[in-house]
């Protein structure tokens, strides 16, 4: 299965709370998990990324959680500013060079 | 360093047309990907590009195609404009396939 499932579709989070999204993959041969962040009529530029070997990686405000077993990952957007709002997209690679992309999550955070 | 560049950014066309899109990698990078973002379907993966040969490519029909050239820049092609191709085209580059992929601005395809 290629798929990567994101929840939620959309968030809405105060200015200053976290904003967490959820990602999900049945692939085992996905080694690589990047998220990256897309403003409207912008390309997605990488947030940050992770390998399944690692259990947490954080930079800055992002930390990424990973659950090998559980085959789910998870961003943690710490301190939520409205500069955050944008879409944040999953995703997962595997050796053929293949992003395969969770569906998005469109974040709102208000002031 | 420059990032990836993609031309032109914006494209109309008309059903039964061809389209031609052109993306640059950063330098160093010899691998380059195209995905299409259409509304409401998310990222697609469409073709994958290295050395000069394709090496992957998505659930697409054969009338998507591209080339990668000797200094790595890329064409994507779409022959036989249907009006469901409207979307933005995005190209990626990365160093290798097991490295970074960094998108460029995207090319917007709107087929009337």
């Known amino acids: 299965q290629q798929q990567v499932k994101q929840s939620p579709q959309s968030l809405i989070v105060q200015k200053g709370g976290i904003s967490i999204i959820n990602c999900a993959y049945e692939?085992?041969?996905?080694?690589?998990f990047p998220w990256y962040q897309q403003f409207p009529g912008k390309g997605p530029a990488l947030l940050i990324a992770i390998r399944p070997d690692v259990s947490e990686k954080k930079e800055g405000r992002f930390t990424i959680s990973f659950n090998k077993s559980a085959k789910q990952f998870s961003l943690h957007i710490m301190d939520s500013q409205p500069g955050d709002s944008a879409t944040y997209f999953c995703a997962a690679v595997n050796q053929g060079g293949k992003l395969i992309f969770g569906q998005g999550t469109e974040l709102s955070v208000k002031p | 360093e420059a990032g990836v560049t993609q031309s032109p950014t914006h494209l109309i066309k008309t059903r039964g047309q061809q389209a031609t899109l052109r993306c640059s990698p950063i330098?160093?990078?010899?691998?380059v990907y195209w995905y299409q973002q259409a509304l409401g379907l998310g990222l697609q993966f469409l073709l994958w590009?290295?050395?000069?040969?394709?090496?992957n490519r998505g659930n697409f029909p054969p009338r998507f195609s591209g080339r990668q050239f000797p200094n790595y820049s890329s064409e994507l092609n779409v022959n036989a404009l249907e009006l469901e191709d409207s979307a933005l085209y995005l190209c990626?580059?990365?160093?290798?396939?097991?490295?970074?992929?960094?998108f460029g601005p995207g090319t917007r395809l709107l087929v009337l």
């Open positions: 692939n085992t041969a996905f080694d690589y």
């Open positions: 330098s160093g990078h010899t691998s």
């Open positions: 990626a580059s990365s160093r290798t396939v097991q490295e970074t992929q960094y």
């Open positions: 590009y290295d050395e000069g040969e394709e090496r």
